[in-house]
């Protein structure tokens, strides 16, 4: 079944304890993105990666880290974690970020630092 | 930066009644995307506009994109409660940009 995974789909941490919120697809994506969901707020785009080794900031990069080794994942990086970074995370990906391609949405991850 | 407005931000309806979420950009889109996220799910593809002034439908869906590339509407006939969930429209500027989404209008129905 092609689909988009993230680990882990909940999460309670405190703030400063490094983490790390895995992505992996199976549908040979070049495109990979990560966003974050917050209420009033939408989504919006922390990093993107146009294919392995190509990663870029998006609109609200600060903070997270992100790495491309391999095409089917993509993990997002907190180093220091902060409570403003109390969210619900989505990794999503597409074919290609060029061209006019739909974007897969893994399930979520929800995360609270407290 | 680049905005996709998008509103309203809550709609409550009537089960039965129709619903409409509207969608603008200050900018010419290269093409719209439209998204629905039932409760406690994530974003699920809907469907696609590319051409000026185009208009698809799927069953009680009705979704349009304006003549100037800049505005989309997603409209709902006689909603269900299946209908329940945010729905996002996302634009893209040139087929190189990413997709900016809109905040989502929230449409609850009642029974």
């Known amino acids: 079944e092609a689909q988009v995974t993230q680990n882990p789909r909940y999460l309670i941490t405190v703030t400063g304890k490094k983490l790390t919120v895995t992505c992996s697809q199976n549908m040979n994506h070049e495109y990979m993105s990560w966003y974050r969901q917050d209420p009033g707020l939408g989504l919006r785009q922390i990093y993107y990666?146009?294919?392995?080794?190509?990663?870029d900031k998006g609109d609200v990069p600060e903070g997270y880290k992100v790495s491309r080794k391999e095409k089917r994942n993509f993990p997002l990086i907190l180093e220091s974690p902060s409570p403003n970074q109390t969210s619900l995370y989505f990794c999503?990906?597409?074919?290609?970020?060029?061209?006019?391609?739909?974007?897969?949405f893994g399930p979520g991850t929800r995360l609270t630092v407290t | 930066g680049q905005q996709v407005m998008q509103i309203p931000q809550y709609q409550h309806v009537q089960e039965g009644e129709d619903f409409t979420t509207y969608c603008n950009s200050s900018?010419?889109?290269?093409?719209i995307q439209w998204y629905k996220q039932r409760p406690g799910g994530h974003p699920v593809f809907l469907i696609q506009l590319v051409k000026s002034g185009e208009v698809k439908k799927q069953k009680r869906l009705t979704f349009q994109f304006g003549e100037a590339k800049k505005n989309s509407s997603l409209h709902i006939t006689a909603t269900q409660t299946t209908d329940v969930g945010t729905y996002f429209c996302a634009g893209r500027k040139g087929s190189q940009g990413n997709l900016i989404f809109g905040k989502g209008t929230k449409l609850s129905v009642k029974p």
């Open positions: 999503a990906s597409s074919l290609s970020r060029t061209d006019y391609y739909e974007q897969y």
């Open positions: 900018t010419t889109l290269s093409n």
């Open positions: 990666s146009m294919n392995v080794e190509v990663t």
